[in-house]
């Protein structure tokens, strides 16, 4: 009792004097002190009393009450959540300036199971945020960075959340306050899944700066790096999809300007021909997808010979010799017709810009076999496509969910057969000659579009509801470690369409 008597004494000498003056600079010293150690009810009293007055070095309050923030009592705990809560509050706004050291008191209860402790934590960091953009969230970034897993989590999505909901931090940061988000996005980017990822490349393409057209070669070299593009290429899950997830990002900043080249290169040059092989692994379509994306923005001198004869073995592999009737009935070859949509549409951008590789005399009788190969797919196809159709045509009427997905899911194997048959086309004349033009079966008309289900600025990880299957088409979903650079768990889901 006598402790609380001295409390409020304090708290009369704080409200009857000048913040500036030797009573009030002495009351105050000693709620922080009764705030520091002591009987808990005595700090939770002390913690409320002190965000009521802005007095002396704002540092000096701010650090006892965030101190209480992750004491072990859950009812200092709360008082203190409450009292910076107070503190943050019109009309005194104070402590604004400790912003990032009360975001790091702050933050962990986010993940807290007390509705209290949650909800007050991310109500401080609204009010935080409003009083102190910059110091606010170079704190959040810290927590993400060095917190705990479920802190870490909850921080992030918080992160996510304040960014999108306040548009004024966005709309209105000066070029020095968007290049300070920046930085402290790329910071984060160092330990992030996937997903969280792809959720910062959103936040880069919302400040003003980042999403003008200078800015594009900048955001596509950086996420080069994060690709490790010109580096050495593994041949693992891992690094598929680090590679596809960036390529798929950078996709708008090449729609502005930058130059894919390096991209281009590093996949058909180095990813493709390791990744070509009878039984592929898991995410290799999605490289391929990428693949056919870039080369629909184009080829820079000396690529189209630099490409023609890897492009021209990766898809020989997928193209099986001609089969007698007999010899099909006893073991039919295996069609991968998303493989040669991808690998025969890249192979046609070659053709366009280096018809000379298909007529030179040294490779008449390569050439030859390889229109063998092209012929004979394109029977296989209609023989698919009939299968195809029958089988859509069979399915009923209603519109559920799950027969939406199968229609979904037949019209794209359609789809992706009518390319094949249309590029043949061209490669059949005499002499070949690219004249056609198709849009990629997985892309929406008009435009080469992102690979899989993504859009090009929104998530690159595609999602299904359901997983449907025939006997040429199937969906996928699996999970897998994150790639590295992104070094959490992310989940992965690709469709494929083979037979």
Not at 347 to 365: G, S, V
Not at 478 to 495: C, I
């Amino acid at each position: 009792e006598k402790m609380a008597e001295e409390l409020y004494k304090a708290y009369d000498e704080l409200n009857c004097n000048a913040a500036a003056s030797p009573e009030a600079q002495k009351a105050y010293a000693s709620l922080v002190q009764a705030a520091s150690s002591g009987v808990t009810a005595v700090r939770a009293l002390a913690v409320g009393m002190l965000a009521q007055f802005p007095v002396g070095d704002p540092a000096v309050g701010a650090q006892a009450v965030a101190d209480c923030c992750a004491a072990e009592e859950p009812q200092l705990r709360i008082n203190a959540l409450r009292a910076v809560l107070t503190a943050l509050s019109p009309p005194k706004v104070q402590w604004a300036e400790c912003a990032s050291l009360l975001t790091k008191a702050t933050a962990p209860h986010l993940s807290s199971a007390d509705r209290v402790a949650h909800s007050t934590a991310r109500s401080i960091l609204k009010a935080l945020l409003a009083a102190n953009v910059k110091d606010t969230l170079t704190g959040l970034t810290e927590v993400i960075m060095e917190g705990s897993e479920e802190v870490r989590a909850a921080a992030f999505a918080q992160l996510d959340t304040l960014v999108r909901t306040d548009a004024k931090i966005l709309l209105h940061a000066s070029p020095e306050l968007e290049t300070h988000l920046a930085n402290q996005f790329k910071k984060i980017s160092e330990d992030v899944s996937r997903e969280e990822f792809t959720t910062l490349m959103e936040l880069f393409s919302a400040l003003k700066s980042y999403a003008a057209p200078e800015k594009a070669q900048e955001m596509a070299d950086f996420l080069g790096e994060q690709a490790d593009v010109g580096g050495e290429f593994t041949a693992d899950t891992d690094t598929v999809d680090r590679l596809v997830t960036c390529v798929q990002l950078a996709m708008p900043y090449f729609k502005k300007g930058a130059s894919h080249g390096a991209f281009l290169e590093f996949v058909g040059l180095a990813a493709v021909p390791q990744l070509v092989q009878p039984a592929p692994i898991e995410g290799t379509l999605g490289v391929l997808r990428v693949f056919a994306e870039l080369m629909a923005l184009g080829l820079v001198e000396g690529q189209a010979q630099a490409l023609a004869q890897p492009v021209y073995d990766a898809l020989m592999v997928y193209l099986p010799e001609p089969q007698t009737e007999e010899a099909a009935k006893d073991q039919k070859p295996e069609l991968n017709f998303s493989f040669v949509e991808c690998l025969l549409f890249a192979m046609h951008k070659i053709l366009a810009k280096n018809a000379a590789f298909f007529t030179a005399e040294e490779h008449a009788e390569m050439f030859k076999n390889f229109k063998l190969r092209l012929q004979y797919f394109a029977v296989c196809s209609q023989a698919y496509d009939a299968e195809m159709k029958s089988k859509l045509a069979a399915l009923p009427r209603t519109n559920t969910a799950e027969q939406l997905q199968q229609k979904a899911t037949l019209q794209a194997a359609l789809n992706t057969t009518s390319n094949i048959r249309l590029l043949c086309r061209d490669f059949l004349r005499v002499p070949p000659e690219a004249t056609v033009k198709v849009t990629l079966s997985w892309a929406k008309p008009g435009s080469a579009g992102p690979a899989g289900a993504a859009g090009a600025a929104g998530r690159a990880t595609a999602k299904t509801s359901k997983t449907s299957k025939t006997t040429t088409a199937t969906t996928t979903a699996t999970t897998t470690k994150a790639p590295k650079k992104f070094t959490r768990q992310a989940a992965a889901t690709e469709a494929t369409a083979t037979t």
